[in-house]
């Protein structure tokens, strides 16, 4: 069991850029994907990128080349890293440790 604690969402016009953090605690090293969910109001929550242990990521079509996933082995970490940001792009993120643990989520809006 691992406990997860988003930040970094926020207000951002579009075109901008934000960066999501995702604390891990817990027995890090047993987790094989991490992953990053966004849930838009009205809408399913959907996935947008994950990360293997080995460092294998994939993303969701509506965000390849705009969003990077990463993780720090060291320090415990996971990030989302998001660039040209659209308005649609506003959703609350959510961290996910292998598709069954979660955060308490992050609100991202994307708006002038």
């Known amino acids: 069991q691992v406990q997860l604690v988003e930040s970094g969402g926020g207000l951002v016009q579009p075109g901008g850029s934000l960066r999501l953090s995702c604390a891990v605690s817990?027995?890090?090293?047993?987790?094989?994907?991490m992953g990053w969910f966004r849930q838009a109001p009205g809408k399913q929550r959907v996935l947008v990128a994950i990360?293997?242990?080995?460092?294998?990521?994939n993303y969701a079509d509506s965000v390849k080349g705009r969003f990077t996933i990463s993780r720090d082995n060291i320090m415990h970490m996971v990030y989302l890293q998001m660039n040209s940001l659209k308005p649609e792009d506003t959703a609350v993120y959510y961290c996910?440790?292998?598709?069954?643990?979660w955060g308490q989520g992050t609100l991202v809006t994307v708006s002038s």
């Open positions: 996910n440790a292998d598709f069954n643990q």
């Open positions: 990360i293997t242990r080995g460092g294998s990521t």
């Open positions: 817990g027995n890090f090293f047993s987790i094989n994907n």
